[in-house]
């Protein structure tokens, strides 16, 4: 039984998965998934319009433990059947992961099992995994990881295996979102919010720059935010108009949706890919998914998009990830791998860096 945990933001997140049969041999998820828990942090931001990470820090250490409390208590677990921990080490803002980490060692050190420090951007990636066996991606597999603090295009040719095809040179895709929608005057965070509004209104009356749209290794998303930022200005009161609202968010939203899409079609025409996963929070966006959609059909391949809950940060998908990393490595027993480093808390982690056998 591993005990699964999630802190690098401001999702506190615990997770249950009994790893005594492969992933692979497990039909549907809750073959091997016994009970998770996400609390998220977002009204504790929101007077700020973004994460405080002092805050978020400070609120991951008086929910964890209770947490882990409780799922053990839901699934009826005791903490003498636990088999293994594994915690999110990086990317993250640092006082956040130390917090998880903290945990995870104490735990881990008294119970004296194994300790499995997870990439919590390969967490998003195995988020595929989390769905029934016949929907989980096929590799070679291109994943779209979209969220609040990451727009990467990852190639990964197996399990474990990733080169990242295109990373944003400054902002995240959903931190466009939400300084998008900050603009036009929407709550914290906005995208969804954005995403409502421009569902009544007509894109192309508007044209917003997409960022760095020669070049593949790239996004760029901070352009947008500064056309807005001109555009709102020139609107003036025309902003007063609940259609004109919808227009300008429709124009922001399509903007973005294609920039992401332009660039994905393009690498998986180079790739020759199996399946498309979209992951991250900003997955949950609607017109990502249509479009998303229309894409991988035109292209005859397999479009995976895990559910909305598996989406945005959670501790389910981080221990399939740690499951995947003790399978690879021989079980529980052979863990952790010879010449794997201790875990420190890794504010930058990028996918590359990863050993496909550590
Ligand atoms: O993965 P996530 O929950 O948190 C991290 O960033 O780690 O992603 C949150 C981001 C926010 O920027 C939010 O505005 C965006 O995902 N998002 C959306 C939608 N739902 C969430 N952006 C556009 N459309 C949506 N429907
Ligand atoms: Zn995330």
């Given amino acids: 039984m591993l005990l699964a945990i999630e802190t690098s933001c401001d999702e506190t997140a615990v997770a249950l998965l ?26 504790l931001h929101e007077p700020y319009g973004g994460v405080v990470p002092e805050l978020a820090a400070r609120e991951h250490l008086a929910n964890l433990p209770v947490m882990v409390e409780h799922l053990l208590h839901q699934t009826g677990v005791e903490l003498a059947d636990l088999t293994a921990i594994a915690v999110t080490a990086g990317p993250g803002l640092k006082g956040c992961l130390l917090v998880g980490i903290a945990y995870a060692r104490g735990l881990a050190f008294a119970r004296k099992l194994p300790f499995v420090p997870v990439n919590h951007l390969e967490g998003h990636v195995c988020s595929g995994d989390l769905g029934a066996r016949a929907e989980r991606p096929e590799y070679p597999l291109l994943a779209m990881l979209v969220s609040g603090g990451h727009s990467e295009l990852i190639l990964a040719k197996q399990p474990l295996e990733y080169t990242v095809l295109t990373r944003t040179r400054d902002d995240a895709v959903g931190e466009a979102f939400d300084k998008c ?51 709102v200005k020139s609107l003036g009161d025309q902003l007063h108009n609940e259609q004109t609202r919808a227009d300008v968010a429709a124009a922001i939203e399509d903007t973005l949706v294609e920039t992401l899409l332009e660039k994905t079609g393009r690498a998986l025409k180079r790739s020759g890919v199996r399946s498309l996963l979209l992951c991250g ?46 399978e690879r490595a021989g079980g529980v027993a052979a863990w952790p791998p010879a010449g794997s480093e201790a875990c420190v808390a890794r504010t930058r982690w990028p996918l590359e860096q990863l050993s496909p056998a550590g």
Avoid at 214 to 222: E, I, V, W
Avoid at 286 to 298: H, V
């Fill in 181 to 231: 929608a900050t603009q036009l005057g929407l709550p914290y965070p906005g995208g969804p919010a954005l995403s409502r509004l421009a569902a009544g209104g007509h894109a192309p009356l508007y044209r917003l720059p997409q960022g760095m749209a020669d070049d593949d290794t790239a996004f760029s998303f901070s352009g947008v935010k500064t056309a807005v930022h001109r555009l």
């Fill in 281 to 326: 929070g900003v997955a949950a966006n609607g017109r990502l998914r249509r479009r998303a959609a229309e894409l991988a059909a035109q292209r005859g391949i397999r479009l995976v998009v895990p559910d909305f809950q598996w989406c945005s940060d959670n501790a389910a998908m981080i221990g399939v990830a740690a499951a995947r990393r003790l």
């Fill in 18 to 43: 009994d790893i005594s049969r492969r992933l692979d041999d497990c039909e549907r998820c809750e073959d091997f998934l016994r009970g998770h828990l996400v609390r998220t942090q977002i009204q």
